[in-house]
């Protein structure tokens, strides 16, 4: 499921223990300690049914406005730089996008996780477009693009 998802949100573990105990302290989720007499334990997550109607509650209200990008604010702020340099970060920009290639060559999940990935592709797709205005634009070279799978 973690190759389905990442695309579209990507939780480092230490990102993703405090919100569990935040999950679990809302009554969300429920912890079972598993694991042998010594060593690590380890921890069993399980949804519960006050977690299942939180999931549908938060799934029926529309997401708020995109109100931070970090990729954007750099791009408004490329004044600051020579159009050599900005020529740079715009490709930098551009090479960030790899992660297109990574999804036109993986595996298409099912369900709607199939949608949201296409939609993480299409969102790539657009950036990538644009990026490449803004390039021509300070007189940096197009940058090469994948070749879509079929």
Not at 4 to 23: N, T
Not at 56 to 78: Q, S, T
Request: aromatic content about 6%.
């Amino acid at each position: 499921m973690r190759e389905d998802l990442d695309h579209v949100w990507r939780a480092e573990l230490s990102q993703i223990y405090p919100a569990l105990a935040r999950l679990r302290r809302a009554g969300w989720v429920h912890m079972k300690v598993l694991g042998p007499r010594r060593g690590p334990r380890r921890n069993l997550y399980r949804v519960t049914a006050a977690g299942r109607r939180e999931l549908r509650r938060w799934l029926a209200v529309p997401p708020p406005p995109r109100a931070k990008d970090e990729g954007l604010a750099r791009i408004a702020f490329l004044d600051a730089l020579q159009p050599a340099e900005r020529s740079a970060v715009l490709l930098g920009h551009e090479r960030a996008l790899s992660e297109q290639a990574r999804l036109l060559r993986s595996a298409e999940p099912s369900s709607y996780r199939a949608s949201a990935r296409r939609g993480a592709i299409e969102q790539i797709e657009a950036c990538r477009r644009w990026l490449r205005v803004l390039a021509s634009e300070s007189g940096a070279p197009p940058p090469a693009v994948p070749a879509k799978k079929k």
